[in-house]
Nanobody, 125 residues
Framework: QVQLVESGGDSVQAGGSLRLSCAASDDTYGYYFMGWFRQAPGKEREGVASINSRTTTTYAESVKGRFTISRDIAKHTLYLQMNSLKPEDTAVYYC???????????????????WGQGTQVTVSS
């Protein structure tokens, strides 16, 4: 079982940047599909970006061209670089992991078994 711990959330102004990190405890981390999700108050949790065990990435339309997901397998760490932040990006951001047979990691929360505690991102206008 893998444990996930997010960090890097903060309050920034619109147009700013943040880099979220997610440290994984499992030394087989490289075999997991990983994803970043977010949940704003009163809204459902939504997929932001995902990455498979290699380098195939998937992004939500709302963040394409602004966010970049990456992973450092040697450091057991997942990243989300967020640029050109908008007030609508305000949410609690979660990283998640799962194993599966997909070519690309899914962007829906359902298939993910392991979740971090979340980190708050607040973007002011």
């Amino acid at each position: 079982q893998v444990q996930l711990v997010e960090s890097g959330g903060d309050s920034v102004q619109a147009g700013g940047s943040l880099r979220l990190s997610c440290a994984a405890s499992d030394d087989t981390y490289g075999y997991y599909f990983m994803g970043w999700f977010r949940q704003a108050p009163g809204k459902e949790r939504e997929g932001v970006a995902s990455i498979n065990s290699r380098t195939t990435t998937t992004y939500a339309e709302s963040v394409k061209g602004r966010f970049t997901i990456s992973r450092d397998i040697a450091k057991h760490t997942l990243y989300l670089q967020m640029n050109s932040l908008k007030p609508e990006d305000t949410a609690v951001y979660y990283c998640a992991a799962t194993r599966g047979d997909w070519t690309a990691a899914p962007l829906s929360p359902g298939p993910y078994n392991y979740w971090g505690q979340g980190t708050q991102v607040t973007v002011s206008s």
